[in-house]
């Protein structure tokens, strides 16, 4: 992991972009978690779990970032970046259990049906337009300084952006249509993604695929 300057900017950039995802994630997060409560709406709380773990997956990526900004030796840098791509796919794991254990627990009946909620609705629409930009944005920062762990949390950025189309399509047949059968088996449809990336990150599989800049 090289720390020479021509990577500061590089890193100033996934810096920035790592702060606007937790500020966005944290509001985000709490809407979503008190929203799902109040309608039952697994697809909806599984939505703002996640957003909470995106929260934590990007203060682990961030704290590797600042600490390559500090000019720390490569080596020590190094075992951030294999710990902070451990922890995300970790978290990506962890998510992608919660979401089959509560959707199948609505799936064959306990627990009350989802109700309508319209600022699920209206969230995850704001969610469905800013979580592509940022999620891309990071993904060819990652690319360009071959960091594993950035990477796997930029996944995890756009595979909210897919959780949030899965949310938005289940609340909304469930209030168009009464489907309550929709809300979890939205938040099922996301799961493969979850899981594939979750265990890339747990092997530390690089963006750039033998990129000098990654860990082994």
């Avoid at 990336?197 to 860990?215: M, S, W």
Wanted: aromatic fraction near 6%; charged fraction near 20%; proline fraction near 3%.
């Amino acid at each position: 992991m090289s720390a020479d300057f021509s990577r500061t900017p590089l890193l100033r950039r996934a810096v920035r972009l790592e702060w606007a995802l937790i500020v966005w994630n944290v509001a985000e997060g709490a809407i979503a978690v008190a929203a799902g409560l109040l309608a039952s709406s697994v697809a909806l709380f599984s939505f703002g779990v996640d957003s909470i773990i995106e929260v934590t997956s990007a203060s682990v990526v961030l704290w590797r970032l600042l600490k390559e900004l500090d000019r720390r030796s490569p080596q020590r840098v190094e075992e951030r970046e294999r710990t902070a791509a451990k922890i995300a796919g970790i978290l990506l794991l962890a998510l992608a259990v919660y979401i089959v254990v509560d959707a199948a627990r609505r799936l064959i009946g306990y627990g009350r049906e989802a109700e309508e909620s319209v600022i699920g609705v209206v969230l995850t629409s704001a969610s469905l337009v800013a979580m592509p930009v940022l999620g891309w944005a990071k993904l060819r920062t990652a690319e360009r300084l071959g960091s594993a762990a950035l990477r796997a949390d930029s996944y995890e950025t756009i595979t909210c952006a897919w959780l949030s189309l899965a949310t938005l399509v289940g609340l909304s047949l469930n209030a168009a249509f009464g489907w309550a059968w929709a809300d979890p088996v939205a938040a099922l449809v996301i799961v493969p993604l979850v899981v594939r990336e979750g265990l890339e990150a747990l092997r530390g599989d690089c963006c750039g695929r033998g990129d000098a800049h990654c860990g082994p």
